[in-house]
């Protein structure tokens, strides 16, 4: 008999088919003279019903096992379901309990769990309704950024995880060490000595795969990675966590007009692919977890986003009468709740600010001929704040070096950097998006922990 996926069975099934399917039970119910259980094996939203005869072969003794949680294989018949609810549901001739389960102390109740205790049982959530809609949404937007980019012959790369460089240079570094930690070794000053460690350097966790990215995309043009990334910042947000995973794509021959372009295609291109792909769990996230899901994507695939620059947002926080927490003044950086005013209320769509102040932004950022901002880009979006970040790169050498100099950075270990604008230096740009952020986004989920498997914040990495 044909193994066949549950989402296979429900959108394409047809009566007197038969098939076999393998998956864990959701939910038993034991009516007169029969009984429903309801099986999911991940692949849909809605669970397969299967209907139970009082004269099946050991009746009795089989619905005592059939309990939530246990993993079963079902063979049978496909039949056009009598109630209300499904189109089609399965008949048995067998079944098999592949792997049983105690329902007595089985963590997940048929009934709702909150997010919070869900969190607590990090290796089980998965088979929740909210949770597998999470990520197959979440794999729909891998696809999604894989089509978008291989589709226009950029190259798909990956840059270490392990790098000797503070690319952001905010200093939110995770360090890499074989070092002894309850003897590390000293130098003759007391200081650590690093030249005894595994890369005779420190070393840290990598926060951007970007300068890589630079250096292959002034060989192959058009690049992107998709990994994760690493930042040791001490913030219990909503929309942090200290392993996350990011898109960079980075373009040779690019300015900041044609990075915004992108960015506004690429955004809209993982909506629509995601709408088109997985049409039931985005209803669900539109009818359980927030009303604006549905309206939000389509806002986005239909109405060009905003474009201003950062001196021009100021302009308009200083103009609103809201009272914010933080201060808003000519070059302090942006505020989630600054951003949010402007995404959410001022324009209500995504919006793209361009040319922050020259002394909030990282070092590789392109210089303006004004000197005092340079060619940034932060794409925000209502409810998240910023969702992609990126610039146009400094390309000139003598600047970059300046720059470099007034960020204390190290000039010397970016030789190879700065060797960049030495040979077959050309105008170049890239961005960042927050690869969670754009699942929230998506999915209207309050907090990045329900977006990733196994969330790591502080103080948190169980699973
Ligand atoms: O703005 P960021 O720091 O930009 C960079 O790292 C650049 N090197 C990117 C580039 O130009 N190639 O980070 C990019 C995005 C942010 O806009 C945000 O969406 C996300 O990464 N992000 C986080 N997501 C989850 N948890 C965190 N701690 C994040 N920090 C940044
Ligand atoms: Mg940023």
Same mark, same amino acid.
């Given at each position: 008999m044909e193994k066949r996926r549950i989402a296979d069975i429900l959108r394409n099934g047809q009566p007197d088919e038969t098939v076999t399917v393998e998956g864990w039970v959701r939910t038993k119910r034991e009516l007169k003279g029969f009984a429903f259980m309801e099986v999911n094996?991940?692949?849909? !939203?809605a669970n397969l019903q299967v209907v139970i005869n009082? %004269?099946?072969?050991d009746y009795e003794a089989l619905l005592k096992q059939l309990n939530i949680g246990a993993a079963v294989k079902v063979s049978g018949v496909l039949a056009a379901s009598q109630?209300?609810?499904?189109r089609i549901e399965l008949q048995p001739e067998s079944i098999a309990i592949v792997g049983d389960s105690d329902p007595e102390t089985y963590? !997940?109740?048929k009934k709702r769990h909150s997010f919070e205790f869900l969190r607590s049982i990090g290796h089980l959530r998965s088979r929740t309704n909210t949770l597998g809609a999470v990520f197959r949404v979440r794999n729909a937007c891998s696809n999604a950024i894989h089509h978008f980019f291989q589709d226009r012959g950029f190259l798909w790369i990956h840059t270490p !995880? =392990?790098?000797?460089? %503070?690319?952001?240079?905010?200093?939110e570094l995770f360090s890499v060490t074989s070092l002894p930690l309850e003897k590390i070794p000293q130098t003759?000053? /007391?200081?650590? %000595?690093?030249?005894? %460690?595994f890369f005779g350097k420190p070393a840290y966790l990598t926060v951007s795969g970007q300068l890589e990215a630079e250096a292959m995309a002034l060989a192959f043009s058009n690049v992107y990675t998709f990994g994760p990334t690493f930042r040791a910042e001490n913030s219990n947000t909503s929309?942090?966590?200290?392993e996350f995973w990011m898109v960079e794509p980075e373009m040779a021959f690019c300015d900041l007009q044609g990075n915004m372009d992108l960015a506004e295609a690429f955004l809209k291109f993982i909506f629509k692919y995601v709408l088109d792909t997985c049409p039931e769990d985005i209803e669900f996230f539109n009818k359980? =977890? #927030?009303?604006t899901v549905l309206k939000t994507a389509e806002n986005i695939i239909n109405n060009d986003f905003e474009r201003i620059t950062y001196t021009e947002a100021i302009a308009l926080l200083e103009k609103s009468d809201r009272q914010f927490t933080y201060p808003v003044e000519w070059g302090l950086d942006l505020q989630s709740e600054h951003e949010r005013y402007l995404?959410?209320? !001022?324009?209500?769509k995504p919006a793209i600010v361009t040319d922050?102040?020259? &002394? =909030?932004?990282?070092?590789y950022m392109r210089l303006n001929e #004004?000197?005092?901002?340079?060619?940034a880009m932060d794409v925000i979006a209502p409810? =998240? &704040?910023?969702?992609i970040g990126g610039s146009q790169r400094e390309e000139r050498l003598d600047v970059l070096e300046r720059r470099i100099q007034a960020a204390e950075m190290p000039l010397e270990e970016l030789w190879w950097y700065r060797d960049l604008r030495r040979y077959g230096s050309v105008p170049h740009a890239g961005f960042g998006l927050g690869f969670e952020r754009v699942v929230q986004f998506m999915t209207?989920? /309050?907090?990045?922990? #329900?977006?990733?498997p196994f969330p790591r914040t502080p103080l948190n990495a169980e699973f």
């Open positions: 094996d991940g692949s849909f !939203l009082q %004269d099946f072969p109630g209300k609810g499904q963590p !997940l109740q !995880l =392990i790098t000797t460089n %503070d690319c952001e240079g905010a200093g003759q000053a /007391g200081k650590v %000595d690093y030249e005894k %460690d929309r942090h966590l200290a359980r =977890i #927030d009303k995404a959410e209320e !001022l324009f209500q922050y102040p020259v &002394g =909030i932004k990282a070092f #004004d000197e005092k901002t340079v060619a409810k =998240i &704040g910023e969702i209207g989920m /309050g907090n990045i922990r #329900d977006v990733i």
